[in-house]
């Protein structure tokens, strides 16, 4: 079946910093979404994407829509403690609307 | 608050037992998608439904059933529990056709086997 590659799987920044983050497919999409969990509640949805090489920002958070649609990137500018969780990439392909859920990136804040 | 709810919060029940998980959708989404997540693991996709009827199966085993009803809430019955089955349980919504694929998670069922 479909598979998304997430990385990386943890990341250990400091308050403040900068932090990107990636998905890549090994087929074509026509949907991007990034999600955040924090521990033991649902994920909760922060960005949809739908064009290819759309750039999409919600507050400090920033994704795109990779050219060639195999992949996605998202942001967070200025990091704070709040930024700590699960972030989730999922995609979908060109046909069906089941979601392909990445293994997550673990992000952590030193304050 | 995502608008999908999930009932129960939290559930604890021997092997062997049979048990069932309630999600409501957020209001006018036609969609349920329902995904298992054992601990430190990603989001396993069970299966969907679209206004009543079944439309997409992930991997889901054979000792689990889902239904959706005509007020569009979805139960999810998972039965001969074992160990392994202990995970959260999360249900999704979307408002469906092919407009937007945008899901919304509910708080979860966390299920505890014994």
């Given at each position: ?20 983050m990636n ?44 050219i060639t ?42 304050p | 608050d ?113």
């Open positions: 079946g479909q598979q998304l590659n997430q990385s990386p799987q943890s990341m250990f920044i400091q308050e403040g910093e900068d932090v990107s998905c890549t497919s090994s087929s074509i999409f026509n949907t991007w979404l990034w999600y955040k969990q924090d521990p033991g509640e649902g994920p909760v949805l922060l960005i949809a994407l739908y064009k290819a090489g759309e750039l999409t920002s919600n507050g400090r958070l920033t994704a795109q829509f990779g649609r195999k992949d996605s990137f998202l942001n967070i500018s200025a990091s704070i403690p709040s930024d700590v969780g699960i972030y989730f990439c999922a995609g979908k392909e060109t046909s069906g609307s089941r979601l392909t859920f990445g293994e997550g990136t673990q992000l952590t804040v030193n | 995502s608008g999908v709810t999930q009932t129960p919060k939290h559930l604890i029940t021997a092997t062997g037992q049979r048990v069932t998980l309630r999600c409501s959708p957020r209001s006018g989404d036609l969609s349920v998608y329902w995904y298992q997540q054992s601990l430190d693991q990603g989001l396993q996709f069970l299966i969907q439904y679209y206004n009543g009827e079944e439309r997409a199966k992930g991997n889901i085993l054979e000792r689990f059933s889902a239904q959706q009803f005509p007020d569009l809430h979805s139960e999810l019955n998972l039965s001969s529990l074992e160990l392994g089955d202990s995970a959260l349980y999360f249900c999704a919504s979307s408002v469906g056709g092919s407009s937007t694929y945008e899901q919304y998670f509910g708080p979860g069922t966390r299920l505890t086997v014994t």
